[in-house]
């Protein structure tokens, strides 16, 4: 794989993060009964960040949790033999909430597919909208974001990667073009 661009930095990464929590909070009218799950790896710290910057903005703590997709994803055998699966982390009742389920790069919708099938077997939530950093188009299945940091066009040949500091000792978001 080829790094074919780049497309935000670190400071950018911060922009974005803190406009969709701006949005956030105008679609649900402030903080009341509203919760991150960020999709694990990188959705997590995603969701995280996005709590702080409501914080900031609200000074309002908001719960943030994590779901572990593993086990819904449609393409487990083709992932590994043994599939590394995580816990999920989610500390707090989604039953009746107001749930922004947050992910790293949106592409063919089944990543948000699997994600919404593991949060209905946890509780029925009041709502669930979608928060992704990157939507890079391609979609399998009908499913779109409420918030969207980024769109970028790509083709099939191209990959969009999010990097974060907590993972991989940067922000930054790059076009990698497989060889």
């Known amino acids: 794989m080829k790094e074919k661009a780049k497309l935000l930095d670190k400071d950018a990464i911060a922009r974005i993060l803190m406009r969709i929590a701006h949005e956030i909070l105008e679609k649900n009218k402030g903080t009341q009964d509203l ?25 309002a703590t908001v719960p943030v949790g994590v779901l572990d997709i593993t086990l ?23 039953t009746g909430k107001n749930i922004v389920l947050v992910d ?4 063919t919708g089944r990543t ?20 992704v950093f990157v939507d890079r188009g391609h979609r399998e ?4 974001a409420d918030y969207v940091g980024k769109n970028v066009p790509t083709s099939q040949k191209e990959t969009v990667e999010v990097r974060l500091a907590e993972v991989d000792g940067c ?3 790059v076009i990698v073009e497989k060889d």
């Open 141 to 144: 299945l009908p499913v779109r």
């Open 171 to 173: 922000d930054e978001v």
């Open 104 to 107: 790293d790069v949106f592409y």
């Open 35 to 59: 919760c991150l799950i960020g999709i694990r790896n990188r959705g997590a710290y995603l969701a995280k960040r996005l709590g702080d910057c409501i914080e900031a903005i609200d000074k």
């Open 112 to 131: 948000v597919r699997a994600a919404l099938d593991a949060l209905v077997d946890l509780g029925r939530p009041k709502s669930i909208q979608l928060a």
């Open 72 to 94: 819904y994803r449609d393409d487990l055998t083709l992932i590994a033999q043994q599939p590394l699966v995580h816990k999920t982390e989610i500390g707090f009742d989604i």
